[in-house]
């Protein structure tokens, strides 16, 4: 019944997001501002109804519905509750429904919030955003549906994918998906703007919240997803480049591009067909990275579905979501105007600068991923284009970005003296150049490379810090000055200031485990001492426990430093019987400053029986274990740097010029003179 | 001009198009094997005792065209695919050789006793010594092996109707007419 009702919920969706998607571009056209109106309850009704079947679909999960074929094959009941529940969209069909649940939340959001759109602009842009749900609710409806009956219904379920059954997954799809599908918005605001034939500040204005909040999602997603594969995966690394990853960090890069490149067409009314296309590309790359999970176009360990139904399904929403903008674009965007002029050195130089390289990097990493698809369609061997590729490639072009991102604010709009803002940055530099010698001198003579890395990333942070010392006139101004520019200070530099400062501590994090990880990779036995990166590790054997829905052998360290015990750490292999598979648990100890991480192998001589794997085979307290143990240096801080990011992504977007609608507050005894970012 | 430069994503939109329509177009369950177009390995494998067929070797393989069939007792898909099989032995000429992969001989005698045998000779492989060098991946996998003892093609997984009318005999038929 229950499960009936999520069915039925779902195709009223799908036919509402029709009408939504036909009437209020009828209405746009003729003026008639009834039909215009008929987008806010269409917008708001598609998200309740899929919210329904969103919610029929999480219940029938948590009851263990095992009439329900989804359910059957994606839970068990013996699974704790977070997993039942993380089970919705820990599979193919509930992951559309999410996605199409979070496209019907953005667009009631534009539909609730949006009251100061002009009403043209605001019917054409929900339509657009209708035309995406009919297209992924058909999807779901015609080749996904996930509330397929099974007859006669097993007793249990075959259990969700045990690598899935992670704190860390768990909440990974969500945040991703608020990133990709609120592109889904920005890309609706410019067909909108194509199809009305006018690009203003105004539009960009309206743009930049929504390119904000999804692309703060994105980072949070893929931050999580990367800390999840460094603790789940058990290899110490923390990004491998496959091209899963990658599809998610495409549509980041060009959203980065775009946020940048917003604020020129806001600010200086230029760049305009430009931030129209990077708001085109930034959702088509969202909808092939959909396309590269979901088809198994690109053989991946993530690819949760390969069904070339589907597949051809993808790509005809693919071909006429972007062929169709694009084609749009190629008609309409050569009759926008562009805008204000600037000199090469100047604020808006700089941003193109920062969207060259962030589309050319984007470009790469295209390449890179897609390499494989077009060798093979060519007739060529199968191959894979492995982190040496992106190393050679991606690493080189983000140097110059990194250095100029300092830079770049304390230039001004239309024309910027170059060495008077390299001489306001004198501090930054200084302490950059002092870090790259202490690097070198006190850590690591070996590597140049990394000493300059460390440079490179202090020069990231105090230049965010330097560049808003010079605005609040820190050192310069009598305290109660400061204060009060502090205070006035747009909520949008702050998080220019927090975001970069924040990319920083990612850089510095990357130098410092790429340059000086220490790895051990040895076979044990029961009392084995050995060093790694200075601590002592006294291997204490490894025992056997069961968990919930899963056996358990569980090795144990004592670390030792100075001869004092410093941590136990018990690093875990845990074999799900339901559905056959083991997961490896490390143990990881930080400090904040670097992570010790242990995983345990295999024992010496014992071999996989039937499908119980041989780190369950019986074994001796003699028997010797493989063991692998990490000194990674400085690693929490990408995850410490993302979340930054995202933390100045978010106070940005608190920003009142960014709140749609909000009335400009009159500041008489506001003195910052130049407009922030 | 211009306006070429705004239709020059569309036209490389279209062009990746073109790729991911060829992309969705193979297998992605197809795993090349580097012993196409290879002699298949040296090797002599016992029979499977108290079955009444000879063991396998090399030298069974030339002279005709083959399929060597890698099956075993333990493998769902390969009782799925195994009436196909039954059915082509009665109905054709094809000799079908089986490589039973990891598998007690008591097992594989009652389960052919169980589903009948196609197998003009069966190469008993416990130890997955042989298996590992015609480079198996799981049971159950197909080879097509031409007259000269050279593997000619591979499949990975239980053989369907589809696919031996359209695939396996039109090659295996192709392959005989090779001199």
Not at chain 1, 559 to 588: C, D, H, Q, W
Not at chain 2, 64 to 83: G, I, K, M, T, Y
Request: a positive charge.
């Amino acid at each position: 019944m229950i499960a009936e009702i999520g069915h039925f919920a779902l195709v009223l969706a799908l036919c509402v997001a029709l009408a939504q998607s036909v009437l209020p571009l009828v209405g746009a056209a003729r003026g008639d501002s009834a039909l215009m109106a008929f987008a806010k309850p269409a917008a708001l009704a598609q998200f309740a109804l899929v919210a329904l079947a969103f919610g029929c679909l999480t219940y029938s999960f948590v009851v263990s519905d095992f009439t329900v074929r989804n359910v059957v094959m994606n839970s068990h009941s013996a699974k704790p509750l977070l997993y039942k529940v993380s089970g919705t969209w820990g599979n193919h069909e509930g992951s559309m429904v999410l996605w199409s649940l979070i496209l019907g939340l953005f667009g009631a959001l534009v539909a609730g919030f949006g009251r100061n759109l002009p009403p043209g602009l605001k019917a054409r842009t929900l339509a657009v955003q209708g035309m995406i749900g009919v297209a992924f609710l058909a999807f779901i409806v015609f080749t996904s549906n996930p509330f397929e009956r099974v007859f006669p219904p097993p007793t249990d379920g075959r259990d969700l994918n045990p690598l899935l059954q992670d704190p860390g997954l768990a909440f990974h799809p969500p945040f991703l998906y608020v990133g990709y599908v609120g592109f889904s918005i920005v890309f609706a605001f410019a067909m909108a703007a194509l199809i009305e034939g006018r690009v203003d500040a105004a539009w960009a204005r309206w743009v930049r919240p929504w390119t904000l909040a999804a692309w703060s999602a994105l980072t949070l997603g893929i931050a999580l997803g990367s800390w999840w594969a460094y603790y789940e995966l058990g290899w110490g690394g923390w990004w491998y480049w496959d091209p899963v990853e990658n599809a998610s960090f495409m549509p980041w890069l060009v959203g980065a591009a775009l946020l940048h490149s917003a604020i020129v067409a806001e600010k200086r009314d230029a760049l305009k067909t430009w931030t129209i296309l990077l708001s085109i590309l930034a959702f088509a790359l969202s909808l092939v990275g959909t396309f590269l999970v979901r088809s198994g176009v690109l053989t991946s360990v993530h690819a949760f579905a390969v069904d070339p139904a589907r597949g051809i399904f993808i790509l005809a929403i693919l071909v006429a979501a972007i062929g169709g903008s694009l084609a749009m674009y190629a008609w309409r965007a050569p009759m926008l105007k562009g805008g204000g002029l600037f000199q090469p050195v100047s604020r808006e130089g700089a941003l193109v600068f920062n969207n060259v390289i962030l589309a050319t990097a984007a470009a790469t990493v295209f390449i890179g991923t897609l390499y494989p698809l077009f060798l093979e369609a060519l007739g060529g061997a199968k191959v894979s284009v492995g982190p040496p590729f992106f190393n050679a490639t991606f690493v080189p072009l983000m140097i110059p970005l990194l250095l100029a991102v300092s830079a770049g604010p304390m230039l001004g709009w239309k024309r910027a003296d170059l060495a008077g803002a390299l001489q306001r940055l004198r501090a930054a530099m200084v302490v950059s150049l002092v870090v790259v010698a202490a690097a070198y001198w006190f850590a690591d003579r070996r590597s140049v490379y990394a000493a300059l890395g460390m440079g490179l990333a202090a020069w990231l942070f105090f230049g965010a810090l330097v560049e808003w010392a010079e605005r609040v006139r820190l050192f310069r101004a009598p305290m109660g000055t400061v204060w009060s520019r502090a205070a006035n200070l747009p909520r949008a530099s702050w998080g220019m200031t927090i975001a970069h400062a924040g990319l920083g501590l990612v850089v510095m994090g990357i130098a410092g485990v790429t340059a000086w990880q220490t790895e051990v990779i040895r076979v044990a036995r029961t009392g084995d001492a050995f060093d790694v990166a200075g601590y002592k590790f006294v291997f204490k054997g490894v025992t056997r426990d069961e968990g919930p829905n899963y056996h358990i052998a569980r090795g144990t360290f004592e670390v030792y430093r100075n001869e004092k015990l410093y941590a136990v750490m018990a690093p875990e292999r845990r074999f799900f019987p339901v559905a056959g598979m083991s997961t490896t648990e490390t143990a990881i100890r930080t400090n904040l400053l670097a992570d010790l991480y242990a995983t345990i192998g295999d024992p010496e001589s014992a071999a996989q029986t039937g499908n119980i794997p041989a780190f369950l085979a019986p074994v001796t307290p003699q028997t010797a274990w493989t063991v692998r143990i990490y000194h990674n240096p400085l690693v929490p801080w990408i995850w410490l740097g993302a979340c930054t990011m995202v933390l100045g992504g978010l106070v940005s977007l608190t920003d009142r010029r960014h709140r749609v609608g909000a009335p400009a507050r009159v500041r008489p005894t506001d003195t910052v003179a130049s407009p922030a970012e | 001009m211009k306006r070429l430069l705004f239709l020059l994503p569309l036209a490389l939109f279209a062009v990746l198009a073109g790729y991911f329509y060829a992309g969705l177009q193979r297998d992605p369950a197809e795993i090349p094997s580097a012993l196409i177009d290879k002699p298949v390995p040296e090797f002599a494998l016992a029979p499977v005792a108290g079955v009444g067929k000879p063991g396998l070797s090399t030298a069974t393989l030339k002279g005709d065209v083959s399929l060597v069939n890698v099956f075993a007792s333990w493998c769902p898909p390969c009782r799925v695919e195994h009436p196909l099989l039954v059915r082509l032995s009665r109905e054709s000429d094809v000799p079908i050789y089986g490589l039973n992969y990891k598998d007690k001989a008591e097992d594989a005698r009652r389960w052919l006793a169980e589903l009948g045998n196609p197998y003009r000779a069966i190469g008993w492989d416990f130890e997955n010594r042989v298996a590992i060098d015609f480079g198996v991946y799981g049971a159950p996998e197909t080879f097509v092996i031409d007259r000269k003892g050279t593997i000619r093609h591979r499949h990975v997984g239980a053989i369907t109707p589809d696919l031996l009318d359209k695939t396996l005999l039109p090659l295996v038929q192709k392959l005989r007419a090779e001199p």
